[in-house]
């Protein structure tokens, strides 16, 4: 479904370039949940903003559904494929009420759009009474649901999250990614899952990518609740989480 072929990027900056992404080959398949890990600065925020249009790569293309994607065609893009970010709090508008932040990404749509987000709600686990807060008045868990509600309201075939799970406490992210695990099953959205809790990636992820140095090192398929890996990298990110 989605594609991404041999992409890189580079960042300059006074007179020094910085090769952030090196050929990255990497596919979703419909209804798949994949993970990408790799540490802090490996580059798997770029590469999330190369996939979402949202910077340009030097080099490669990515498609979805066999159709290339651009900055020309990311609007209908988007309605295919959404980023969530790490940061909810950011990414909300703090004068605005959640009913306001969820509306906003319906203005096309026809019908009872009030009905619809009331529908949604419950989806996420959040009630009527969160309507008519503000970004500020809610917890770090009841936000980062706000901000995965307004991703799925579009109803998208695939969302790209980007360390979603990092700045909540254990509970909370736990009940993330139940929630993603349970859209996928209901409603057949895959996910990226960018991150670097490689449990919350072995719990979750039909399939996971190394990414290390802007590389995509390693990859494996889930077989019997567990990855396995080839490159001494990832046996290694791994193994400290066996070991
Ligand atoms: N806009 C930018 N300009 C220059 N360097 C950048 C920019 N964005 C990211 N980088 C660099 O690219 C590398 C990869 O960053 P990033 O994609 O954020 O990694 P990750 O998300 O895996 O932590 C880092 O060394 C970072 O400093
Ligand atoms: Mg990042």
């Given at each position: 479904m989605l594609t991404v072929e041999n992409v890189s990027k580079s960042y300059s900056s006074g007179g020094n370039v910085k090769q952030v992404l090196r050929g990255i080959e990497l596919l979703v398949g419909e209804g798949e949940i994949v993970g990408l890990v790799g540490e802090s600065g490996s580059g798997k925020s770029t590469l999330s903003r190369v996939i979402m249009q949202l910077e340009p790569p030097d080099e490669g293309a990515i498609s979805f559904n066999g159709f290339p994607v651009d900055r020309r065609s990311r609007k209908a893009f988007y309605k295919e494929c959404q980023l969530i970010f790490q940061n909810a709090s950011a990414a909300l508008n703090p004068s605005w009420t959640v009913r306001e932040i969820l509306m906003e990404p319906l203005r096309t749509m026809k019908g009872d759009r009030n009905a619809y987000i009331r529908h949604m709600l419950g989806k996420v686990k959040?009630?009527?009474?969160?309507?008519?807060?503000?970004?500020?008045?809610?917890s770090g868990g009841e936000r980062q649901r706000v901000n995965l509600l307004r991703s799925i309201l579009v109803e998208p075939k695939l969302v790209v999250c980007d360390e979603?799970?990092?700045?909540?406490d254990r509970l909370i992210q736990r009940e993330i990614i139940d929630l993603l695990i349970a859209l996928n099953q209901e409603t057949g959205m895959a996910v990226l899952f960018i991150a670097h809790d490689l449990q919350a990636v072995t719990y979750m992820c039909d399939r996971v990518y190394v990414m290390k140095d802007g590389e995509i090192v390693d990859e494996s398929t889930k077989v019997e609740g567990g990855f396995e890996f080839s490159h001494p990298y990832s046996k290694k990110l791994f193994g400290a989480l066996l070991g």
């Amino acid at each position: 479904m989605l594609t991404v072929e041999n992409v890189s990027k580079s960042y300059s900056s006074g007179g020094n370039v910085k090769q952030v992404l090196r050929g990255i080959e990497l596919l979703v398949g419909e209804g798949e949940i994949v993970g990408l890990v790799g540490e802090s600065g490996s580059g798997k925020s770029t590469l999330s903003r190369v996939i979402m249009q949202l910077e340009p790569p030097d080099e490669g293309a990515i498609s979805f559904n066999g159709f290339p994607v651009d900055r020309r065609s990311r609007k209908a893009f988007y309605k295919e494929c959404q980023l969530i970010f790490q940061n909810a709090s950011a990414a909300l508008n703090p004068s605005w009420t959640v009913r306001e932040i969820l509306m906003e990404p319906l203005r096309t749509m026809k019908g009872d759009r009030n009905a619809y987000i009331r529908h949604m709600l419950g989806k996420v686990k959040l009630a009527e009474v969160h309507l008519k807060k503000r970004p500020t008045e809610l917890s770090g868990g009841e936000r980062q649901r706000v901000n995965l509600l307004r991703s799925i309201l579009v109803e998208p075939k695939l969302v790209v999250c980007d360390e979603i799970i990092s700045n909540l406490d254990r509970l909370i992210q736990r009940e993330i990614i139940d929630l993603l695990i349970a859209l996928n099953q209901e409603t057949g959205m895959a996910v990226l899952f960018i991150a670097h809790d490689l449990q919350a990636v072995t719990y979750m992820c039909d399939r996971v990518y190394v990414m290390k140095d802007g590389e995509i090192v390693d990859e494996s398929t889930k077989v019997e609740g567990g990855f396995e890996f080839s490159h001494p990298y990832s046996k290694k990110l791994f193994g400290a989480l066996l070991g």
